[in-house]
C-alpha cells in the first residue's frame, strides 16, 4: 500500500485507522448488510450512527446542554451568509442591523464580504496592512452590534488568535474550519461555531455548527428553509437529507482522537509537531516563516525563501512530492510553500518534512551539484 505525506490545507489527510475501518465496514456497517451510503437517513440503523457523532462531539469539545450541534451542507462559505441572515437579517421594510467583523485574510474578509449582504458588516480591525501576517488588536464590540465575528486560524496566511477578544453579551461568532479540535477551546465563550468538515474532522460535503440555543429562531420570514438554523434544529439536522456518510466518517474520526486522549492531549501533539517545523525555520539561511511569532498557526505552516525565488519553490515542491510529502505549493496568493499538518499528520511526517527541509538546504547551498 502507498500512502504519502499529504500537507494539503484542504480535504486534507485523515487518520489511516478511520480509512482502514471504514473500509472494512464499507458493504456492511454494524451487522446491517448495508453501507452507510445505502442507508435511510431516517432509518433505526443511522440514527445511532449520528447520535455517536453529535455525542462525541459534545464530550470531546466540552459542549455545553445550552448549545445544539447541526450537521449540515453547503460548507463554511454557506455559513458566511447563514450567520448573518438568521441573527441579524432584517424583514421587508425594517432598518439593517449591524455586526463586526475582523479581516484577517481571505476566508475572514470573505465573511465579511457576504455579510455585508444582509447587514452592515463593519470591518473593525484589519491586518491587510502587512499582507495579513498578524493579527490586529481586537476592539471592544458596539452595544447594538449583532455578532462579533472572527477566523480563529487562518487557513491561507498562517496566522492563530493567541487570545479571545472579549465580547461581552454580544454574541462572537468563529470559523474554525481549519482549527476545530486541533487545541482545546472554551465553547461557551461562543455564540456560534463552524467548520467545513474537510480539514480537521472528515470528508468535504458536511457542515458542523454549533449554536447557542437563544440565538435560534430570529431569521426574518424570507428566509430559505434550508437556511435557517430553527428549521435544522428542530429537524435535528433531517429537515432534508443530510451528508450521511460524512457524519458516519466524522464520528470515526472523533473515536480517533478520543483514543489519542481527546483535545488537550492532541493540542500537546499539535504543539510540538508545529514547534519542530518553526524550529527548523528559524535556523535556516535558505527558508523563513512570513508570519510574525506571537501569531504563528499549529495548523497551517506557510514558510517562503529568504531569497525569493520562485522557480526554486518549484523545485521544492517537485523533488517533495518525489520523497513522498505531497501538496507544499504555497497558496497562490502568498506564494512560496505551505505545510498545512492538521490532527491526522503524525509527528513522523512533520520529522520527515524538516529532514527532507535540511537536505534540500545543503543541496542548494552547494549549488544542486552541476545545475546552478
Ligand atoms: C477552507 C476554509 C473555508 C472554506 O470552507 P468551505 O467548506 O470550502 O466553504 C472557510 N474558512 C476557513 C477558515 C477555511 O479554512
Known sequence: ???????????????LPVLERAAAEMTDTNGTGQSVMEMSHRSADFKPIIEKTEGLLRSLMGIPSNYRVLFLQGGASLQFSMVPLNLAGS??????????????????????????KFVDAELRASSADRSYTYIPEAPAPKPDDAFYH??????????????????????????????????????????????????????????????R??????????????????????????????????????????????????????????????????????????????????????MNIPFVGVEPDPELDKRFVREAAEAGLVNLAGHRLVGGMRASIY????????????????????????GFGKGK
Not at 484577517?104 to 464580504?113: N, S
Not at 527541509?357 to 542548494?364: A, G, L, P, R, V
Open 213 to 298: 440555543e437563544d440565538l435560534i429562531g430570529k431569521a426574518p420570514p424570507q428566509t430559505p428553509a434550508m437556511l435557517r438554523y430553527d428549521i435544522h434544529a428542530k429537524e435535528l439536522s433531517m429537515y432534508n437529507t443530510p451528508p450521511c456518510y460524512g457524519i458516519y466518517i466524522i464520528g470515526l474520526v472523533l473515536e480517533w482522537i478520543q483514543e489519542k486522549g481527546g483535545a488537550k492531549a492532541l493540542e500537546e501533539l499539535n504543539r510540538e509537531k508545529a514547534a519542530l517545523l518553526y524550529a527548523y525555520l528559524e535556523q535556516s539561511r535558505l527558508f523563513r516563516s512570513p508570519v510574525e511569532k506571537p501569531f504563528r498557526s499549529m
Open 343 to 366: 490532527n491526522a499528520m503524525p509527528k513522523a511526517g512533520v520529522e520527515a518534512l524538516v529532514k527532507f527541509m535540511e537536505q534540500f538546504e545543503k543541496k542548494f547551498e552547494k
Open 150 to 211: 472572527i477566523t480563529p486560524n487562518n487557513t491561507i496566511v498562517g496566522t492563530r488568535w493567541a487570545a479571545l477578544p472579549e465580547t461581552g453579551t454580544v454574541p462572537l461568532v468563529a470559523d474554525i474550519s481549519s482549527c476545530i479540535l486541533s487545541e482545546e477551546l472554551d465553547v461557551s465563550r461562543f455564540g456560534i461555531l463552524y467548520a467545513g468538515a474537510q480539514k480537521n474532522l472528515g470528508p468535504a460535503g458536511t457542515t458542523v455548527v454549533i449554536i
Open 91 to 116: 424583514a421587508a421594510g425594517q432598518a439593517r442591523k449591524k455586526a463586526a467583523y475582523i479581516d484577517t485574510g481571505v476566508w475572514a474578509k470573505k465573511a465579511a464580504e457576504e455579510g455585508a
Open 1 to 15: 500500500m502507498k500512502r504519502v505525506y499529504n500537507f494539503s490545507p484542504g480535504p486534507s489527510m485523515l487518520p
